[in-house]
């Protein structure tokens, strides 16, 4: 894996956590997914349900015509997700199932803000299956908000054995399970945005 | 079908919600399932997230040692999921997902209280595939909170042009739908509390 | 577990193998499930995609009139999966979906011949998240062809490491797998069919 | 929608058929779809179970060191599959998950024939819901095979009423659906195939 950008060509990444806690097991991958994707030249736009503190959706962004009436952190992070060029989405499992702090601050935002941007899933579990199940009904919501989600899914089983608190990695999948995801996400985020640069989008 | 009890022995039904709003299609949904439902001698008890008015989790019941801390509705409702033998899921889709306002809910109660139940889907769209997307992952979560799903599915296409805002039926297919629906569910779940009065559970 | 049956009580379950190969790594885990099930008193018929030989699906028996042009095993096999009570399916993935060879198999047999069965997943994979992808998408299948898939499903991640090729457990996790699996199958299937002894079905 | 290629540069679709019988509702949604890529300057090959006749997997090609022994048409297949850029899956389903047949036609093909690829998913089926439970497991399938599968999934409900046997549309929903479908695959299949020309794949 050798990708390097030139700060003006950096992909713009927004990451999702899927957990509504802290101190949480999640904060330890998303400091890991983050430095990676750091140290690969992206720009990191963290989403955090926890910090964001969002109601359960009653209304999605889209059906509210006055957006002042609206929190101006959310208005915020949708300018940051219309800006960016990629979604990482790092969660663990609620009830084998997509936590739904996650859906919820998914759902948040207008369709239009996801279109023609890429997916990717990193999933983690106490247990040994690495969050697989959540990931499955992760993948196929994130089609259904309109992003494309790049085949590999790195999953981290036994997630406190794998990560130290500090997101450093206690076992060698961690570095080349991230590599080969951040290099997949490269690759197909960079397709995307080259086109819409040049042919725009339909 | 021909679903008949005496009053003591009937089925106990919690009826969840999936829509945080009001006014909504659900209530037409919600409606025309609980008349067909108490028709044929179920008790039904309703869970609406509107109602409810739940946080975003950020710790669910089993992990909260003092219930006391707790919002009284919370603890109420749990106990009538306790005493239910069965419970029907009445969703539209976010999104083609779960809502969030509907997996939030259902993650609020410990697990021990899902156990050893039976659950049905009902769900719909305004459009044409019923929500049957939604449905597709709501079967896999019913699973995992350790509920056992019964095979047939409920679902309504074009919801507005198949049932009244007072739940009346519109077209043929809503009494056959809901009356198979019920027949299974009555079923199964007599079978389960059958052996959990006889047997006890493992 | 303390699962105790009378010969004459034994639950009938039909155990569907997902390899159509051999040698294979299903054999170990098929083994170990069989043996499991029948010291805890079942009775136990192997549904094999590699002996039984089927050509991929053109026409389900439900279709064919005349069942004498069928192979004779196909229709054998039937009887056997209509005088069982449960059906287990011990199945590894194929891209990490439902191998074809298996989903071929279940699909031969009639609605009928699957209707008010329990049905139990055991999974696996030679890597670290147990086969649990496929998983999702059998659940779903199950319930599809009319069965109640219990919440229990036992993944086996790293298969070779976790039993020997005689089916010998070579970890902690295997015993205590597929006893809370067995208990919660003999548990529902002996609900379900004591209902229809005294009911009948709908 | 006005996609126009010089021929040289035109897309090379493979379509994949789910149907493994003929007659066959299939054939009406494939013609359709076929003569709508084909009118937008696409060129297709068609991959029909029925045709190939292949055998339920046992060994994928991958795992075939000598491929004379395989059967040549299956090698030509894998030709025609790597030189294309994207895949259209025109299935239904088989109680109400993906045809045995289409899955097994899928595995047969190796991985490497399928990566940085584009998947596009049409559906159908006789009755309400458009195929769409076995869409969800398929977009989950084109996923781990190594495509990108676009958002948009084109679902047809009773097939038979909206497309004529020579796949003339029969409603006012068909033209626009598959045209939908047809601009978003057509988008991001160049997206990629751009990206390969010019860097390479990782």
Same mark, same amino acid.
């Given at each position: 894996m050798a990708v390097k950008e030139t700060a003006k060509d950096a992909l713009k990444i927004v990451m999702y956590l /899927?957990? =509504?806690? =802290?101190?949480? &097991?999640c904060s330890r991958v998303a400091k890991f997914v983050q430095n990676a994707l750091v140290k690969t030249n992206h720009e990191v736009t963290v989403f955090d349900p926890w910090e964001l503190d969002?109601?359960?959706?009653?209304? &999605?962004m889209m059906m509210v015509? %006055?957006?002042?009436?609206?929190p101006e952190r959310l208005v915020r992070a949708n300018e940051a997700l219309v800006a960016s060029d990629a979604i990482v989405v790092v969660s663990g499992e609620y009830n084998h199932s997509i936590p739904p702090a996650l859906s919820n601050l998914i759902d948040h935002f207008p369709l239009s803000s996801y279109a023609f941007k890429v997916s990717a899933i990193v999933c983690y579990s106490? /247990?040994?299956? /690495?969050g697989m199940r959540a990931a499955m009904q992760l993948r196929a919501m994130l089609g259904e908000i309109g992003t494309v989600s790049i085949p590999n899914i790195f999953g981290i089983p036994r997630v406190t054995g794998a990560l130290?608190?500090? /997101?450093?990695?206690? =076992? %060698?999948h961690m570095e080349s399970g991230v590599g080969k995801l951040i290099t997949q996400l490269d690759w197909y985020a960079k397709a995307i945005r080259d086109r819409k640069r040049e042919n725009g989008t339909p």
């Open positions: /899927g957990s =509504n806690r =802290n101190p949480r &097991a969002l109601p359960v959706l009653k209304q &999605a015509k %006055d957006w002042s009436t609206l106490p /247990g040994p299956y /690495g130290s608190e500090e /997101g450093e990695p206690l =076992n %060698d």
